[in-house]
């Protein structure tokens, strides 16, 4: 039987800044939630409608997010985008869905929630909390927002099957302050999370000891 885990993202930044300043020397801490998936790439479908900004700008923003895991990290993981939907609802139906709601979840500016079976994810949606904040796309231009790509980088790392970093700066550290682009840079504890997740595919050794023999 698959189990659903949510995942949260909180606006404030206070709330476990003096246990993290007390954690980050640490060599690494990162956490995961014991379930990786068993196969890259990994797809997943945009419903980009949204209250603040082009579907087109919202989805691009999107991709950004999902791949900086991919690109920056060296694991043997990878998002791919698998084109647009329209479906609104979430749950445990193999398809891996990414959406806006006018709706709000507390402090919430997104969710993660992922279904598991044996340590291996099924199915990971997200929900973008569009009815309490504003969001917003590239580097310019926000006020009193978030940026879709650094909220999607850390939610992303959620549906990798990473937890929250004790360590301030990172992006799975669980909060953030508006109009923030370091998230979607990942910190080398992001990194060393995933890895311990999703080892970087090793390359043969070369042969030696061989010598080229003519006709």
């Known amino acids: 039987m ?3 885990h949510p995942r949260t993202r909180i606006a404030g930044i206070a709330a476990l800044m003096a246990a993290a300043l007390l954690l980050q020397d640490r060599p690494s801490a990162y956490s995961t939630s014991g379930s990786k998936w068993a196969t890259s790439p990994v797809p997943y479908r945009v419903n980009a409608a949204n209250m603040d900004l082009p579907a087109a700008q ?15 990290s060296g694991a043997s993981i990878a998002f791919q985008h698998a084109g647009a939907s329209t479906q609104t609802t979430t749950g445990f139906d193999n398809l891996n869905l990414v959406v806006f709601r006018d709706a709000s979840s507390g402090s919430a500016i997104a969710t993660t929630y992922w279904w598991s079976s044996g340590g291996r994810i099924l199915d990971a949606d997200i929900v973008f909390w569009d009815g309490e ?3 917003f796309a590239g580097t310019t ?3 009193g927002g ?3 790509e650094d909220i999607a980088a850390h939610e992303f790392g959620h549906a990798l099957g990473l937890g929250h970093s004790t360590v301030v700066g990172t992006t799975m550290y669980p909060s953030t302050s508006s109009c923030n682009t370091a ?5 080398d504890d992001d ?12 390359l043969p050794l070369a042969p030696t000891g061989l010598r080229f023999v003519g006709q």
């Open 2 to 4: 698959a189990i659903m």
């Open 133 to 135: 904040f504003k969001f």
């Open 146 to 148: 978030f940026y879709i």
């Open 191 to 202: 990194i060393a999370g995933v890895r311990s997740l999703y080892p970087p595919a090793t």
């Open 183 to 187: 998230n979607r840079t990942l910190h």
């Open 141 to 143: 231009g926000c006020s």
């Open 58 to 72: 919202a989805d691009a923003a999107m991709r950004i997010g999902a791949d900086s895991w991919a690109l920056q």
